[in-house]
């Protein structure tokens, strides 16, 4: 039970974080700067977490949980990301919704990457 209130309060804070980064006022001509920024920001945080966690075997394990699931979990957007390709295409926009997934898909490997090379 106390794994599921490490994740759940995570979740919670993360969720929070997530609506708060999308109230940002930024001018994107219709692209989703935020979910895009969200995304890359939560695969660069579960780079650090994970990688953290690999290198601290004595790291608890419900400290992973809440950061890892719990925050990382509630703060990125994949399935918003999904809905709002599928948007763009249905609004005829397809070199953008090309470009949103490419950047989104590239620039969350290289964060994950990145996290761990900072942290080596």
């Known amino acids: 039970m106390i794994d599921c209130l490490a994740v759940g309060l995570g979740g919670c804070i993360g969720s929070i974080l997530r609506y708060l980064i999308g109230k940002i006022p930024v001018e994107t001509?219709?692209?989703?700067?935020?979910?895009?920024?969200?995304?890359?920001?939560?695969?660069?945080?579960?780079?650090?977490?994970?990688?953290?966690?690999?290198?601290?075997?004595?790291?608890?394990?419900?400290?992973?949980?809440?950061?890892?699931?719990?925050?990382?979990?509630g703060f990125t957007t994949f399935s918003t990301f999904s809905l709002e390709t599928q948007q763009l295409m249905q609004t005829g926009q397809y070199t953008m919704a090309i470009i949103y997934v490419l950047c989104s898909i590239l620039l969350g490997i290289f964060a994950i990457f990145a996290a761990q090379w900072i942290l080596k």
């Not at 219709?30 to 790291?59: D, Y």
């Open 29 to 73: 001509n219709g692209f989703p700067i935020h979910t895009l920024g969200i995304n890359v920001i939560g695969c660069f945080l579960i780079g650090l977490i994970v990688s953290l966690a690999t290198k601290n075997t004595q790291m608890d394990p419900r400290l992973v949980l809440f950061f890892k699931t719990g925050v990382c979990g």
